[in-house]
């Protein structure tokens, strides 16, 4: 990773706070000269930490995190030990919430399997287009709690499933969280595939 690279994430992650874009500068050695000797050092010195003992930090959560904790969050701030903290306590959460979100698939996985085999259906796709007195079978299975909420979401951002605007006012907590969840499930997209292969 190049100074430059980390420059990026850094300008990146202040933008999304500030909800203003920016423009990497035509010139970056000529800015690099123009910053402050500390703040240059403090680029140059996370820049060899994210390509040493940082190499599994992601840049772009670790300085979110720093403009969530620290007012005024510059390059000076970089080593403030409470973002490293807050990282580590984010990051925590993530594996958490990702073994949470494989376990409901798996347990949701299963009891579609079943339901096919059981009901003679042959194919994945099949079941999702699946309807029973004029619902779509995936969003009465979520509202009898068989299916839980990650499983019908993937459905849905997979496009196996398209649902009338009646449908989606069945399941108004699944379309208030559908990008909240969708985020979730791109952390697990390889899990998914092979799920999606089994069924």
Sequence with gaps: MEIEDVYRYFQRAKSIVSGRGYKFPKDFQGSLA??????????YKITDYFNTKWHNVVPDVYFACG??????????????????????HKDKNKKRD???TKKSLISSARYVKNFMAINNINSFVVYCNCRHENKCLPVI?????NIDGYFLTWLLYSQ??????DEKSLIPYI????????????DVNSFLKKLKEKL
């Design 34 to 43: 123009k910053m402050s000797d500390p703040n240059r050092a403090a680029l």
């Design 67 to 88: 403009f969530e904790m620290v007012p005024k969050f510059t390059y000076i701030k970089f080593f403030d030990p409470r973002i490293m903290k807050l990282y580590i």
């Design 98 to 100: 990702t073994e949470l």
């Design 141 to 145: 299975h979520y509202l009898s709690n």
């Design 160 to 165: 196996l499933v398209n649902l009338s605007e």
């Design 175 to 186: 379309m208030k969280n559908y990008r909240e969840n969708v985020s979730k499930l791109l």
